[in-house]
T-cell receptor, first 114, second 117 residues
């Protein structure tokens, strides 16, 4: 069974600084999708970024980028120029190519200090 | 695009009553919708996968007769918590996939907070 591990229960970053959230996963599949979702205090889940495993190029979305290391099964999220609005719970998630389910990590609470 | 709504956002009910939660995809068609449960400061726990026109697939440990799921159209899935008890109090979230897209992205509703007294 696939598993997703987020080893950092909480992280803090100073406003305007950069922070990296870690995620590792375990799978025997070769094709799959990886996601980072953000859940602010409103509890609305928001898609931050998506990575297809067959793509070697790391995904980027404005201030958000990932470091996808397929051999190491690592998928970290880098947030540049952190803003107060980035404060939230961040979830790493995995989805198999031929499946529907999302497997979530335990989440990382990100605090942004002004 | 890719907006999912949930109704109601908040519900308080008495123990023993049933509560229905609606999940709608507003600007896309979703052959598959998902229902999650989340406790405070914890991750999402998948309860069931809802497929349009067929029976839902429940995760291990989730009572089918307790949590009734109906996916009657490509834009609507409902979760009914039958004979609710205080231990059913939680935050329930639905998500939906756009069936026209090959990607596996799930778009989430805003969630429903259920409090059973």
């Amino acid at each position: 069974a696939q598993t997703v591990t987020q080893s950092q229960p909480e992280m803090s970053v100073q406003e305007a600084e950069t922070v990296t959230l870690s995620c590792t996963y375990d799978t025997s599949e070769s094709d799959y999708y990886l996601f980072w979702y953000k859940q602010p205090p409103s509890r609305q889940m928001i898609l931050v970024i998506r990575q297809e495993a067959y793509k070697q190029q790391n995904a980027t979305e404005n201030r958000f980028s990932v470091n996808f290391q397929k051999a190491a099964k690592s998928f970290s999220l880098k947030i540049s120029d952190s803003q107060l609005g980035d404060a939230a719970m961040y979830f790493c998630a995995y989805s198999a190519e031929y499946g529907n389910k999302l497997v979530f990590g335990a989440g990382t609470i990100l605090r942004v200090k002004s | 695009g890719a907006v999912v709504s949930q109704h109601p956002s908040w519900v308080i009910c008495k123990s023993g009553t049933s509560v229905k939660i609606e999940c709608r995809s507003l600007d896309f068609q979703a052959t598959t919708m998902f229902w999650y449960r989340q406790f405070p400061k914890q991750s999402l726990m998948l309860m069931a996968t809802s497929n349009e026109g067929s029976k839902a697939t429940y995760e291990q440990g989730v009572e089918k007769d307790k949590f009734l799921i109906n996916h009657a159209s490509l834009t609507l899935s409902t979760l009914t918590v039958t004979s609710a008890h205080p231990e059913d109090s939680s935050f329930y979230i639905c998500s939906a996939r756009d069936h026209e897209l090959a990607e596996r992205t799930q778009y989430f509703g805003p969630g429903t907070r259920l409090l059973v007294l």
